[in-house]
């Protein structure tokens, strides 16, 4: 991916103690980075502010690290909004969720133009609001012929849901005679993911601690570097990213083989 190393500089300066552009190797980047993005309502009850405060102040944090990425010249940038075990929350925050996905995309269309970038969607979109649903669409198509970085939100996803949609569109296939059951390879089941095309993540960030998964790209993160921060989201920023990319480039990644 093209890097601006003018923009870029000046997009990382005054480093703090610990970390700088310097520390990581711009040569050897992730070309896939997923955020599972976690820890809004506690950065809010911690402060005394209701918990969709922390909502709203996570959405500059993701706007941050969507900027970073793209001076860094990453190729993927994917984000965990909302699961599928979401819905389970109080009505009034999943309300509150929605109308902020909607209103944020319209606000940062013009800056997916301006930085080119091209959003995909993961997740099931027919069960969202009319509203959030119509805009999605919108920056689907404005976006699609963007060049630059890829940015996948997960909204309404859930990685047993998108295996379950994958195995079903395999059967339909086989028994419409469409495909034969020795056609069925790893290749053949990536590509019914919502995250067809796209190269697996290499670096995983959770933010706020909590070391699981919560039903997050099972499949796509078989052979994913970790990399758990007690930072919560709306605190999470360009150093804390390259933090991570640091921890991730000093990884020995073996793949199951032997050095
Ligand atoms: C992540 O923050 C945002 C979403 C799941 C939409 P949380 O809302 O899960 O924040 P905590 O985990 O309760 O602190
Ligand atoms: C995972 O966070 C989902 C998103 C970040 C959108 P949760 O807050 O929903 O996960 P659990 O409930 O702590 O596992
Ligand atoms: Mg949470």
């Known amino acids: 991916m093209q890097r601006d190393e003018e923009k870029l500089g000046r997009y990382f300066v005054n ?3 610990d970390i700088s552009l310097a520390s990581v190797d711009l040569d050897h980047l992730p070309r896939h980075i997923s955020l599972i993005m976690d820890g809004n309502g506690r950065w809010a009850t911690s402060r005394g502010l209701d918990r969709s405060e922390g909502h709203v102040a996570g959405v500059k944090a993701l706007r941050e690290t969507i900027t970073a990425s793209v ?37 940062e269309l013009p800056l997916f133009e301006r930085e080119n970038v091209r959003l995909v969607f993961l997740g099931d979109l027919e069960a969202l609001p009319r509203q959030t649903k119509e805009v999605f669409e919108e920056g689907l198509n404005e976006t699609a012929a963007h060049t630059g970085m890829t940015l996948g939100l997960a909204v309404n996803y859930g990685s047993r849901a998108e295996m379950v949609r994958a195995a079903r569109t395999l059967a339909a296939k086989v028994s419409d005679g469409t495909m034969s059951i020795d056609d069925i390879d790893a290749d053949a089941f990536s590509d019914e993911l919502y995250t ?58 073996r793949f199951g083989g032997v050095k």
């Open 71 to 107: 001076r860094l010249g990453i190729d993927v940038l994917t984000a965990y909004a909302f699961s599928t075990e979401n819905w389970r929350r109080p009505q009034h925050e999943v309300d509150l969720l929605m109308h902020l996905f909607a209103t944020t995309l319209v606000r």
């Open 196 to 253: 067809t095309g796209l190269p697996d993540p290499e670096l995983l960030i959770r933010t706020s601690g909590e070391m699981r998964l919560s039903n997050y790209l099972l499949w796509q993160l078989a052979y994913t570097e970790f990399y758990v921060t007690d930072t919560y989201w709306p605190d999470f920023g360009r150093w804390d990213l390259l933090r991570a990319i640091s921890s991730f480039q000093s990884r020995d990644r």
């Open 15 to 17: 480093p703090p103690d």
